[in-house]
């Protein structure tokens, strides 16, 4: 059976869909975090992305040391943040 490789554009589509659907739990965040962001529905790094700051900072026990983990975590697979305007 042959395979068909898949274009350079193909392969990175599919990388970034890997990434999007890894669960919060694997991408290295504590215990704690990750608890709290699932009690908020929030399980997938999609799921993460789409949250604001100021919808992870309402989370009960989420401050400013927890979301600093987030986002060095979601750096850590290769999402960056966007400089404020």
Do not use: H, W
């Amino acid at each position: 059976m042959t395979r068909i490789p898949l274009s350079a554009f193909d392969e990175q589509r599919r990388l970034m869909q890997q990434r999007l659907d890894m669960s919060t739990a694997e991408i290295g965040l504590t215990v704690r975090t990750t608890n709290c962001l699932e009690e908020r529905g929030i399980f997938t790094v999609r799921d993460l992305l789409n949250c604001t700051p100021k919808d992870l900072l309402a989370i009960s026990n989420f401050g400013e040391k927890t979301l600093e983990e987030v986002y060095s975590a979601l750096e850590g697979i290769g999402f960056t943040r966007r400089s404020p305007k």
